[in-house]
């Protein structure tokens, strides 16, 4: 088997940093191209135009669609440049910040970079917390066409 191409899903949990080194370090083993994926879920704002106790008009001119979704794109720019500078050291690293739901958009970059191995973290949730909040790190495994990692947290 040769791993030549790794996508690595990243978002800002200790979920994810984890599981981003630990794919970096196969990556680093493999001397693989890394795909660095951030998903970016759209953001859905209420049409709200009153304040519901007051009855007076709201100002919502700082939290339009167009400045949520620039600084969400800003903070998935920080925390790609902030895994590649901790990890990469060396690796040829192509990135993606996407906006989808972060499963169809893990397995969208995943056919665009051609990878040969997909590692995701887990929040590892059970029960209703599953029920409820869904898992990324299952629909992923269910729907890649290509061998899916999924890294849990190490309590220590």
Known sequence: ??????????????????????????????????????????????????????????????????NILSIQKEQANNIIERTIEKYAKGLEVTCFNEYDSTADGILSCSKEFKADLIVIGTHSRSGIDRLLMGSVAESVVRNAQVPVLVVPLVKE
């Open 1 to 66: 088997m040769k791993i030549s191409k790794i996508l690595i899903g990243i978002d800002d949990s200790k979920f994810a940093e984890y599981a981003a080194s630990y794919g970096f370090d196969i990556a680093h083993t493999f001397n693989a191209h890394v795909g660095l994926v951030h998903i970016v879920e759209p953001a859905v704002i209420a049409d709200i135009t009153n304040d519901t106790i007051m009855g007076l008009p709201i100002q919502r001119d700082d939290y339009n669609e167009v």
